[in-house]
Antibody, heavy 120, light 112 residues
Framework: EVQLVESGGGLVQPGESLRLSCAASGFPFSDYSMNWVRQAPGKGLEWVSYIGGSGGTIFYADSVKGRFTTSRDNARNSLYLQMNNLRVEDTAVYFC?????????????WGQGTLVTVSS | TVMTQSPDSLAVSLGERATINCKSSQSLFHSSYNKNYLTWYQQKPGQPPKLLISWASTRESGVPDRFSGSGSGTDFTLTISSLQAEDVAVYYCQQYFTTPWTFGQGTKVEIK
């Protein structure tokens, strides 16, 4: 069974940093691309970042480019999101997602999410 | 690429058809692959989203056949042919034709 478990969320002040982790299990991790998708409280979905299976291809949303860094450790079956210079508007639940077997851009499996709150 | 869904919400009687539209600001059709780069997700309250349809019309395994996707280019539709109580949710379209990949604002489906 595919499992994705996010961790690392919490309350931080504007300008601070946070590192999210996603522990994956139940599938050959390095074979799948992964995404981070976020959802502000009561709002819609916003795609944040994509990383290919080998980690060689990475894309970011314009809203986080230059501040967030996505990485993965295939030996540890883990995905990471380093978030620097956080802003109030980054407050959201952050979901880790795994690509579909037929569509590497699509998010077939989702974690339960971890809440990041940026507030002074 | 801006994705615009309509309506923002709709109420449909049980067993009736629900139709959600999604319009893209640019074509999502890739002629080399003959595919439209559009997905549909369903999100129930308190849950993460669920992938329903990829490539505009390919239903994911396990998704009931009352859900169907159609359209091409810039105009797409998600149809629930006979609404069930468990279909109450917010539905999102998303384009993955070009980064940044973008979602529609969501359409809330309720029971009338």
């Amino acid at each position: 069974e595919v499992q994705l478990v996010e961790s690392g969320g919490g309350l931080v002040q504007p300008g601070e940093s946070l590192r999210l982790s996603c522990a994956a299990s139940g599938f050959p991790f390095s074979d799948y691309s992964m995404n981070w998708v976020r959802q502000a409280p009561g709002k819609g979905l916003e795609w944040v970042s994509y990383i290919g299976g080998s980690g060689g291809t990475i894309f970011y949303a314009d809203s986080v480019k230059g501040r967030f860094t996505t990485s993965r450790d295939n030996a540890r079956n883990s995905l990471y999101l380093q978030m620097n210079n956080l802003r109030v508007e980054d407050t959201a639940v952050y979901f880790c997602t795994r690509a579909s077997t037929t569509c590497w851009e699509c998010s077939q499996h989702w974690g339960q999410g971890t809440l990041v709150t940026v507030s002074s | 690429t801006v994705m615009t869904q309509s309506p923002d919400s709709l109420a449909v009687s049980l067993g009736e058809r629900a139709t959600i539209n999604c319009k893209s600001s640019q074509s999502l059709f890739h002629s080399s692959y003959n595919k439209n780069y559009l997905t549909w997700y369903q999100q129930k309250p308190g849950q993460p989203p669920k992938l329903l349809i990829s490539w505009a019309s390919t239903r994911e395994s396990g998704v009931p056949d009352r859900f169907s996707g159609s359209g091409s280019g810039t105009d797409f539709t998600l149809t629930i042919s006979s609404l069930q109580a468990e279909d109450v949710a917010v539905y999102y379209c998303q384009q993955y034709f070009t980064t940044p990949w973008t979602f529609g604002q969501g359409t809330k489906v309720e029971i009338k």
